[in-house]
């Protein structure tokens, strides 16, 4: 059993910055993946970002490459996710996931993810 615990997020103004972060109670194969989800009002939860957590390789969906960083903080078990230029398209509630035996294939599916965080309110204003 894995337990997340998410912080951060909160109410921000178009172009401004925000930080999330999930710590992971245990961490268990080169396989361990956490990765962010975000879902908007009436639409279907999706991929943001992942990291692998032995070689901390990051993937990013399109749509925030360049504005988001993934990163993990070994010492504390915990990633992050540091979002710039925020804009109200960001608005959601972000999830965080993890995952000890999925494949590099299936990161972006929600559906492959055994672990969930309870999510954190994340509202763009414009």
């Known amino acids: 059993q894995v337990q997340l615990v998410e912080s951060g997020g909160g109410l921000v103004q178009t172009g401004g910055s925000l930080r999330l972060s999930c710590a992971a109670s245990?961490?268990?194969?080169?396989?361990?993946?956490m990765s962010w989800f975000r879902q908007a009002p009436g639409k279907e939860r999706e991929f943001v970002a992942a990291?692998?957590?032995?070689?901390?390789?990051?993937y990013y969906t399109d749509s925030v490459k360049g504005r988001f960083t993934i990163s993990r903080d070994n010492a504390k078990n915990t990633i992050n996710l540091q979002m710039n230029s925020l804009g109200p398209e960001d608005t959601g509630i972000y999830y965080c996931?993890?995952?000890?035996?999925?494949?590099?294939?299936?990161?972006?599916?929600?559906?492959?993810?055994?672990?969930w965080g309870q999510g954190t309110q994340v509202t763009v204003s414009s």
């Open positions: 245990t961490r268990t194969s080169s396989r361990f993946y």
């Open positions: 996931a993890a995952d000890s035996r999925i494949m590099l294939s299936s990161i972006r599916d929600a559906r492959e993810y055994d672990y």
């Open positions: 990291i692998n957590w032995n070689s901390r390789a990051t």
